[in-house]
């Protein structure tokens, strides 16, 4: 991977690069500030970065504004972000977290643990790379309007220009950065919309990602003033995770964004009005629970919405089967 470290501490500059060098494979480039790393992108147009690792605290520019402003560039709007800083209050993870960070690495860190993350954005890195391709080359094979060649059903979507949307891989990497840290206290549950694999069989590619957007744009709105950060995790299905403070009420967070999706004109392409439905699952406290059980309760939002979609759609098949009877 190309690699753009930005701090303004030279000691942590000459260590990044020791360590780029002892693990080869990558080719690491340097800033001391976040104005000089916009500059650097906007000459590096040709070799474009594949990551960045920024520090929080500089001068002029923190880290977190200069993720926000890298994210906002097409080029580099899904690029992945790690911030290595020495601050790890909460409030530094959630800004973090929420301006794009993909993973969040305090200072002192260990060259095993740097290793093992960078190891996981170069993942990343080639599945994204892949995914493209193939992507790309089954739309020159297949043009055909209202087949779905974009992404599969199941897999996550990077959704950009909604307040307080992040990853899913980040989604797991900032839980897992609460359970090292022991700032727990939160709740998680999920979204599902209805009938999904119907809008996904039926729609576009594009179509399918406005509905995706659209629908996670009325959540967005509807937990504003909370303080929450949400993720797209494939099967039609959010998962957000709130602050502890607040117990969700939801069967009536439910209706709020139902009654919210019922207001909006969302539209297909060929003019017709398209009418998403979400189901919640249960809210999971995440008192007490680290590592792995921060990672099921995850896993277990999203399944408890999910089945919870399913049920209301067979609770409405037997309706309309009673009906037929009756």
């Not at 999971?284 to 999203?302: E, P």
Request: contains cysteine; negative net charge.
């Amino acid at each position: 991977m190309k690699i753009l470290a930005v701090d303004d501490d030279p000691i942590i500059l000459e260590l990044l690069v020791q360590f780029m060098e002892a693990i080869g494979d990558h080719d690491l480039v340097t800033a001391n500030s976040g104005q000089e790393a916009l500059e650097i992108i906007k000459t590096a147009e040709i070799d474009r970065f594949d990551c960045f690792m920024l520090d929080i605290q500089m001068p002029a520019m923190d880290g977190i504004e200069l993720a926000g402003r890298i994210h906002a560039t097409a080029r580099y709007a899904d690029a992945p972000i790690l911030m290595l800083t020495a601050m790890s209050e909460k409030r530094y993870i959630d800004s973090a977290f929420a301006a794009g960070a993909t993973d969040y690495v305090t200072k002192p860190f260990e060259i095993s643990e740097l290793s093992a993350r960078i190891r996981v954005v170069a993942d990343l890195v080639k599945a994204r790379q892949s995914r493209t391709k193939k992507i790309f080359s089954t739309q020159a094979l297949n043009q055909r309007a209202g087949e779905n060649t974009g992404t599969a059903l199941h897999e996550p979507l990077t959704l950009h220009d909604v307040d307080n949307v992040i990853e899913c891989i980040a989604m797991e990497n900032y839980v897992a950065q609460l359970s090292r840290s022991a700032l727990f206290g939160s709740t998680v549950f999920g979204f599902t919309i209805r009938q999904i694999e119907a809008f996904h069989a039926e729609m576009s590619a594009f179509e399918f990602r406005s509905l995706i957007e659209d629908t996670a744009e009325v959540i967005s709105d509807t937990l504003m003033g909370r303080q929450f950060l949400m993720s797209y995790s494939g099967n039609g299905t959010f998962v957000c995770i709130v602050e502890s403070g607040w117990r969700p009420d939801m069967a009536g967070l439910m209706d709020q964004v139902n009654l919210s999706l019922s207001r909006s004109e969302l539209y297909d392409n060929s003019g017709q009005r398209i009418e998403p439905r979400v189901c919640t699952g249960e809210a999971i406290r995440l008192v007490w629970k680290t590592g792995d059980q921060v990672m099921d309760a995850l896993a277990q939002a999203q399944a408890s919405a999910e089945q919870a979609a399913i049920n209301y759609e067979r609770s409405m098949s037997d309706l309309f089967q009673y009906g037929r009877i009756a």
